[in-house]
Structures are given as C-alpha cells and as structure tokens.
C-alpha cells in the first residue's frame, strides 16, 4: 500500500455514478489477464559476429509441482532471464516457486519471482570463471519448484534474455583498434512447435486492499506493452456474496487529465476523447486508487477491457 504522503501527491478527482460521455476517439482491444508484476533485467543490445550464437532452453513437462530446466549453449552464458507461461493457458503457473539449481549455477545467484500469476527466473554470475560453459548437448542447470500447474502441463518461455561474455571487435577493421560489444543470442526452446504461439497478454492488473479505514480502500496495478486510451472492470466480491460500489477514484499522475471517467456501481470505465494515452510501461505501475462501499473484505476484477487508438 503507499503511504498517506504518497496519496498525497496523487491528481485527485473524483466523480459519482452514472456520468455518460460520447468518445470521439476510435479504440481497439488488447488482450488482457489478471496477473500480477513482471521482474525485468535489463541487457545492452549491440552489433554481434556474422551469425548469432544459439541457446536452447528446454522446460520438462511438470511433475508434482517440478519442472526441470536444461540448456545447450553455442557460447558461454554470463546470465539469463525469462518468464514462465503455460501452453495450454497463456498464463504464468500460479504458485510461490523457488530454484534448486545444479553445480554448474553452484556460484550464481539465481531467483524466482512468483506474484500472482506471473512467474520470472532470474540468474547472474558474478566470477570470471562462473560462466556456463558451452555445450552441445542439453545440460540440467535448475529445478523450478512450487508450481501449482497439474502434471504434465507443458511450460513455454517468454521474454527470453541470455547474456554472453562481450566481443571485442576491431573498428574500423584493420585499423588495430577494438571496441568491447555484447554479443546478440539466438534463443530456441525446446518445446518451441507447442509454445510458438503462446505470449504475455498486452495489459496485466493487479490488486492491493486496505481495509484498515472505514471504507475499503483498493489499488489496480496496470502492467502495459502498449499505450492505453481506454479501460473498463467490474469489482467484484471474491467470495461473491457482497454487493460492491465505487464511490471515488484517484489516478496517478501519470493517467492524462483529460480522460473521462464513468462510474456505475461497480463499474469503472475511463477513455480518451482527445487521443492523449496512458503511456506503456515495463514494469508494474499504480494506475488509479478506489474507495468502496460494501461489507466485502476480498476482490477481483472480472471482465477487464482495454483499448488502444486504431491506426488510420
């Protein structure tokens, strides 16, 4: 939850229900699940030799909450990143996971992220001499434990980053003189016929209550690839026994001050009409602050919606 300092500093509006206004503004869908934050690693990008180095990360199907992953490497490996999705979802495997890793990883420090629904594995070497080393055959580096999924769900990659030991790259050739270069990584996994087509959604939300005042009080995350220009949930009672109404809101700065809001009940809907966005973001964001009228104590968010500007 933030602080009463940091509300503070929030653009306040407020505005009860049943407001109608026409968009003059053209939208289009996202697709959109209720996940929570993604943990990113940031990597330089650069030039590389004539054909990019191959790494192949392969996830074993789960087994009671396990699944083991393996790696062949056409070049050392310094750290990698990637999030998990199952194939048959689309969604990260819910769970608290945790990492066993093998002796090759003994030195590195490797962590999973596991919040709500998305599921990020992050490792690092820190030696000169940590590196994996390369290997033309699949070599087990780590278990990935805790998972929730049912057996035999298979587990596919996205936003897959390796991190190869640098290039150093004579510039301009023959002149005797070398620049230091990241090397690009062609990453493949193995179940890569299955998983092609299985991808992060857009836009993920998110949920923080406080239900320490007189009224619940409930933050919605927004994770988003994309700008926004329109967005609509309904807050519902987790347990489905109370009713539920908004009574105000408050955006986050970052939220243009021009985007009409309508609220009905337990409606929230807000869009551009002047074609001024919600920007996209990597990371997980507050995007507006709710205050409730119910008894309810847990939430969810049901029917999601949201929208960018067509292309003319």
Do not use: H
Not at 53 to 62: E, G
Not at 68 to 74: A, D, F, K, Q
Not at 102 to 130: H, M, N, P
């Amino acid at each position: 939850m933030m602080s009463s300092t940091s509300r503070a500093a929030l653009v306040r509006r407020w505005m009860r229900t049943g407001r109608r206004a026409g968009s003059r503004t053209a939208l289009k869908g996202y697709s959109v699940a209720s996940i929570v934050v993604c943990l990113l690693f940031a990597c330089a990008s650069t030039a590389s030799a004539e054909a990019d180095p191959v790494v192949t990360i392969s996830v074993d199907s789960v087994q009671s909450g396990s699944a083991l992953v393996s790696i062949s490497n056409e070049v050392e490996i310094r750290a990698f990143q990637f999030n998990l999705l199952e194939s048959d979802s689309g969604l990260a495997p819910g769970g608290s996971i945790t990492v066993d890793v093998e002796d090759v990883l003994e030195d590195w420090i490797v962590q999973a992220a596991s919040e709500g629904g998305v599921a990020t594995v992050l490792g690092t070497s820190f030696g000169e001499d940590d590196e994996i080393p390369v290997s033309e055959d699949l070599v087990p580096v780590l278990t990935i434990q805790g998972l929730e999924s049912p057996d035999d769900t298979i587990l596919c990659l996205d936003n897959e980053i390796i991190v190869a030991p640098p290039l150093l790259v004579e510039d301009p050739p023959g002149s005797g003189d070398f620049i230091v270069v990241l090397q690009n990584v062609t990453v493949i996994q193995g179940n890569e016929e299955v998983c092609q087509n299985v991808m992060l959604p857009d836009v993920i939300l998110s949920l923080n209550t406080d239900n320490s005042g007189s009224e619940p009080v409930l933050d919605v995350v927004m994770f988003s690839t994309e700008a926004v220009a329109g967005l609509q949930f309904n807050v519902v009672d987790l347990l489905g026994d109370e009713s539920i109404a908004i009574n105000e809101f408050l955006f986050s700065p970052f939220v243009p001050d021009d985007f009409e809001v309508t609220i009905s009940e337990n409606t929230f809907f807000a869009f551009t009409t002047t074609g001024n966005t919600i920007p996209a973001f990597p990371t997980s964001q507050l995007l507006v602050q709710l205050t409730l009228d119910t008894n309810a104590e847990q939430f969810c968010l049901e029917d999601p919606a949201f929208f960018s500007i067509m292309e003319p």
